[in-house]
């Protein structure tokens, strides 16, 4: 299959290992991203130690790859989304979750909604499907063989993050990700509730997003994550906000003024 020319977008993954199955679809994710695109892949990794380097060894040529030492008892993505971001050198910024697929056809036209009058574009229609260990395989073949939406079951009706492509300085004008969400819960869905609410504009492909499984731990257990309910509430505080008291908000974001940069 030709790969899609997406010179003008990064693909931003920021990932952390809790599971061996974490590697195996972080792999197939990398597998994926560089036989259908010919755009640049950013990876993240925050931990204790660099878990998955060595086992994506054979995309290192052709990615950009970073480790950020961190001994924090939870998964602080917002953060290290931001700093993504602040590496990011391409105007299309696509924040990427390691666990997703979707067909690089609605990829490609949520890249092409991105233009002047558009700020964000997520290639699906808000439906994600899960992806149980013995299909797996049918997602690592031609996206043609990829299971159709009658045969998995859905796992969100509603989702609004797995993939998400911002017109990267719409995304960095708007407060970037908001870093009172820590580990998991809302965060993707407070950035783009956030952004409408500032005026930017954002539209969908219709489609679907495939959840390969894996382990719900900590950080993506709702009932375990201690940081939830926080987020919750952070959530509806954001929610409740006029366009200008969420100008106001978005711009005393502290880490605005002290966005840090990888080396």
Not at 64 to 92: G, I, V
Not at 220 to 235: D, G, I, K, L, V
Request: hydrophobic residues 40%; contains cysteine.
């Amino acid at each position: 299959m030709d790969r899609y020319d997406l010179r003008q977008a990064t693909f931003l993954l920021a990932v952390t290992c809790d599971s061996l199955e974490r590697v195996r679809n972080l792999k197939i994710v990398l597998r994926f991203l560089r036989t259908s695109f010919d755009a640049g892949v950013h990876v993240l990794e925050a931990g204790p130690a660099p878990v998955f380097k060595d086992h994506i060894a054979e995309h290192l040529p052709h990615i950009r790859y970073d480790f950020l030492p961190d001994d924090s008892p939870f998964f602080y993505k917002t953060r290290l989304l931001n700093r993504l971001l602040a590496a990011c050198d391409t105007d299309l910024a696509v924040v990427y979750d390691a666990d997703i697929l979707c067909h690089p056809a609605n990829i490609r036209r949520a890249c092409a909604l991105v233009r002047p009058g558009c700020d964000i574009a997520l290639p699906y229609s808000g439906v994600c499907l899960d992806v149980p260990e013995p299909e797996i395989p049918r997602l690592m073949g031609e996206p043609r063989d990829f299971p159709g939406r009658g045969e998995l079951r859905v796992l969100y009706p509603d989702a609004t993050g797995g993939v998400v492509v911002f017109r990267r300085q719409s995304l960095l004008s708007a407060g970037g990700y908001n870093e009172y969400f820590k580990s998991w819960g809302h965060e993707d869905r407070e950035v783009l509730r956030r952004m409408q609410g500032l005026g930017y504009r954002l539209e969908t492909v219709p489609g679907h997003i495939y959840h390969l499984r894996h382990p719900r731990q900590r950080d993506s257990h709702p009932e375990r994550n201690p940081h939830y309910a926080a987020n919750c509430r952070e959530y509806e505080r954001v929610l409740a906000m006029d366009p200008e008291s969420l100008r106001r908000y978005a711009a005393a974001f502290p880490w605005r003024a002290a966005s840090e940069a990888l080396p």
